[in-house]
């Protein structure tokens, strides 16, 4: 009888290489005293269109985080949730939303709000909301989907009119509604009871 060897697989390729980009920005972050994240890595409010670095940072806000511990706690979640969704919707899928939440994030906050946005809490919560619609069925609402997206965007929805802080409760809620949308689109058939 043999014995099988284990071995280490890439099992994740989008969630672990985002992962791995996040914790590249928050070293070159540290080793640049906070100059990297201010030039490339913070999505403004009201930026300067005629800006070209703009435009980059209009995606790259979720790869930059204000420090170790916000890293820590978006990528925990992130290598958490991610891998069953990434597994479920596919790689390329997943990208594809995960771009699309970011760019929506970065033009909302551009355009009507004055803060600074950094960080992955808006992929985050996308991932947690579209985790929900895997153990969909076909005629089924999972209660933990309408659960955790009551619980999820009510918290920010009150927390963005009552709570003043230095968290864009905005970009938590686009990354609901985005995992909302493709969690519906994409089980478009199983609505169909």
Avoid: Q
């Avoid at 009888?1 to 791995?20: E, W």
């Avoid at 925990?76 to 990434?86: A, K, R, Y």
């Amino acid at each position: 009888m043999s014995k099988s060897r284990l071995k280490l697989t890439y099992n994740s390729p989008v969630i672990l290489t985002f992962a791995a980009i996040c914790l590249a920005t928050v070293l070159f972050d540290y080793m640049t005293g906070g100059a990297s994240n201010r030039l490339l890595f913070v999505c403004y409010g009201h930026a300067n269109l005629l800006d070209p670095l703009t435009y980059f940072r209009m995606f790259s806000y979720v790869f930059g985080h204000a420090g170790f511990e916000h890293f820590a706690g978006n990528i925990t979640l992130l290598l958490l949730v991610g891998p069953i969704v990434e597994e479920h919707y596919g790689s390329w899928n997943l990208v594809i939303m995960m771009g699309a939440t970011a760019l929506a994030g970065g033009l909302l906050n551009m355009f009507f709000f004055d803060t600074g946005l950094i960080g992955a809490s808006g992929l985050v919560f996308l991932l947690i909301i579209l985790s929900a619609f895997t153990s969909m069925k076909k005629g089924e609402i999972p209660l933990t989907l309408i659960l955790i997206a009551a619980i999820y965007l009510g918290r920010e929805i009150y927390s963005g009119i009552a709570v003043t802080d230095n968290i864009s409760h905005f970009g938590h809620l686009c990354g609901g509604v985005s995992g909302i949308a493709f969690g519906t689109a994409f089980h478009k058939k199983k609505f169909e009871g």
